[in-house]
């Protein structure tokens, strides 16, 4: 599969062109607001059981598409299987969120594995073969990691916090230690990703859920920095991968994410300044977003408005149209039901 394969809406956007019709997908779009996931995920019994299973991961993937004929499918996984796969303790409490064993001091970071055990995720790989043979041709694959970044702020405090401050915390008081972390993420991230798109994934995204709350010096150092690396190291193998980063929350830092990190698309937060969007992101790379998830759960003419907005600021560049960030679990069927259908009637 090539990455300009012109069957693929999001993948022509990736190389260049403007769709009248954006193509669309959501961040989370397999989850715990379809009643289908639901089902599976008990019969899975843990969330990890789930991800790594290749037919229920695959199966969970196509639940979305089958109900929405998204434009895009992501494979099921999580950005903590790279921690679990360096021999981390991941677990998933229900109702609680990730909760891992804390690299919260240089000596804990000294017994940190340089290479994770590849195995522990040749389910993911196999989920992604099976999605590939099912998907209809049209329809682009997506693979995926955490950026660096934000998958150390969950291996330092062991949990997610509010701030994230013990990660950032140790990045001032320790750098050296954290740095180490970091590389072994970006090494780690450039095989796994490589090894997704062997497995048949079309495009690659880099989550850094993170990124908006490090000051510049920092967000420079640890969101943009690590993520050209891993760039670069895909490209390195790969020279043709479609990339897309999100580094939520980095508002006016978007422009020098963009020029420092070679991807090809920005997924952007709905919080983003749209005429800054439009001259300096837009005019380079694609731009993926950027509905508040919480006007899909609001519904009704608010969630209407919401569309058209996005519409109107994005619309006449290249865009992918996607949530701000993830779909919350409450939200309902009907109100996506209701947000595609705008979206798919633009007329641009
Ligand atoms: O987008 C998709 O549908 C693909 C699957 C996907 C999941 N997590 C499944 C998941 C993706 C792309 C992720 C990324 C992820 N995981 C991020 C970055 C993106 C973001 O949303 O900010 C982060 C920070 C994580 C770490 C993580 N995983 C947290 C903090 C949690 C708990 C909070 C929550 O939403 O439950 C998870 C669990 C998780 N990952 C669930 C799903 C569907 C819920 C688990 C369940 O079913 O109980």
New binding site residues.
Partial sequence: MTPTDPTKPLLRVLAGDRMPVPPIW???????YLPE??EL?AKAGG?LE??FTPEFAAE??LQ?IRRFNFDAA???????VIPYALGREVR?E?????RLDPLDTPAKVETLAAQADFGKLEPVYEALRRVRRELDPKIALIG?C?APW?VAT?MVAGQ?TPDQAPARMMAYAHPEAFSKIIDVLVRNSVRYLLGQLAAGADVL?I?D??AGILPPREFLRWSIEPTRRIVEGVRAKAPDARIIG?P?GAGAQLPDYVQATGVDAVSIDWAAEPSLIRERVQAKVAVQGNLDPLALIAGGAALDQAVDDVLANYGKGRLIFNLG??IQ?ETPIAHVEQMIKRVRAHKG
């Fill in positions: 959501m961040m989370r779009q397999a989850g715990r996931y639901r995920r969330f789930l991800c969970v993937t979305p992501i494979i099921f996984s999580d950005i903590l998933f229900a109702g609680e969120g990730p995926f955490g934000t969950y997610g995204q989550f859920t993170w999100f939520r960030h993830g679990p």
